[in-house]
């Protein structure tokens, strides 16, 4: 049986949902269960593309090519199964598999631009409903679906996410004492409250650092200007994956204030760098995280400030934060998510 994976991703920026999709296809791709990747001419992660064999198909772009080139191409291989791993897929082709990460954009919909909103409560609706499987990241997510779109739960698979094994403890010498938050830039993940909450700490010698990508789809632009404004925020925007192992790896500690997540990829990273985390119990994070870290109420600014302080003032409570980070990542790998992917598909035939 063939699998045709949709590699649209490679043509895209690196968020949590193209992080699943790398991973996912590196494991396919070693499972060896013949795979094929298919992508627009727009590639930006050409190594990947040579990693996975990726082989490039007509000469359009993003949504034209997935919704036209791609299917049409399909057709000539006498219509493969399909599996998307980024939320979107062809409307009219019949073979898919779909990832559903989460549907925030129904939940937080001023974190989206009308343009995104409006083409994604079109589409989603009907890709649930007419893909022969749907695979999301966590129980959360598929309550979510099921209520949201009416889709019968059987048909929903939870694949959780993983994190990368270039992941893992950096220490290197540093001469700021920071705490590190991780996440694009738009209303849901929060940082709006985490400022309130960074600028209610008493010790003013610490810096926060925000890492995290500006989107014009979602960026909360308003909170770009309160971040520039603060001499003791640093904005470093995207950076990559060694960079980012060495700032998890030398904070005091992470904080991911989210109001909704499918997952939450993040603190699992932190983890893996043996960072301690101060979490939101929101949505689907306490199923990620279990009882390896500190939780906040995220609508709740002064208990967010009380938590932060508590851990960044406890080092023996981030030791035991630490330990028990560790163990939390063992339950995830992405190994094992692909091969549930693989009994999935077999279990369609």
């Known amino acids: 049986m063939m699998i045709v994976v949709n590699a649209r991703f490679l043509s895209q920026n690196i968020s949590g949902v193209q992080r699943y999709a790398i991973e996912i296809s590196r494991q396919l791709k070693i499972l060896g269960y013949g795979v ?148 694009s830039l738009n209303y849901q993940k929060n940082f ?40 003791n925020i640093k904005f470093m925007g995207r950076v990559n994956d060694d960079e980012l192992v060495q700032l998890y790896s030398n904070a005091l500690c992470f904080v991911y204030p989210s109001l909704y997540e499918g997952f939450g990829i993040p603190p699992l990273e932190a983890q893996a760098c043996g960072c301690p985390c101060v979490v939101s119990s929101a949505a689907s994070l306490p199923e990620a995280c279990a009882d390896s870290v500190v939780y906040c109420d995220p609508f709740d600014v002064s208990d967010m400030a009380k938590k932060i302080q508590l851990v960044v003032n406890d080092e023996t409570l981030r030791g035991e934060l630490r330990a028990k980070g560790f163990e939390n990542i063992k339950r995830f790998s992405w190994t094992k998510s692909a091969k549930q992917i693989i009994q999935i598909i077999e279990g369609l035939q």
């Open 192 to 231: 709006h409250a985490l400022i309130q909450a960074f600028n209610l700490l008493k010790d003013k010698n610490i810096k926060l650092y925000l890492v995290g990508a500006i989107n014009k789809n979602f960026a909360d632009h308003k909170l770009v200007e309160n971040i520039e404004s603060n001499s």
């Open 36 to 183: 094929r990747f298919f992508a627009p001419n727009n590639l930006i992660h050409k190594e990947l593309a040579d990693e996975l064999d990726v082989e490039i198909i007509g000469n359009l772009t993003g949504h034209l090519w997935e919704q036209y080139e791609l299917p049409r191409y399909l057709s000539k291989l006498r219509n493969p199964l399909l599996l998307n791993l980024c939320n979107t897929a062809p409307l009219f082709y019949k073979n898919n598999v779909v990832t559903l990460h989460d549907i925030a954009f129904e939940r937080y919909p001023r974190t989206f631009s009308w343009k995104f909103r409006y083409a994604y409560q079109l589409a989603i609706p009907r890709i649930a409903r007419s893909s022969k499987k749907l695979l999301t990241d966590s129980a959360f997510s598929k309550d979510e679906i099921s209520a949201v779109y009416g889709v019968d739960r059987n048909k929903i698979d939870i694949v959780h996410c993983s994190v990368s094994g270039r992941f893992c403890f950096s220490e290197k010498e540093t001469t700021e004492k920071y705490i590190l938050a991780v996440s």
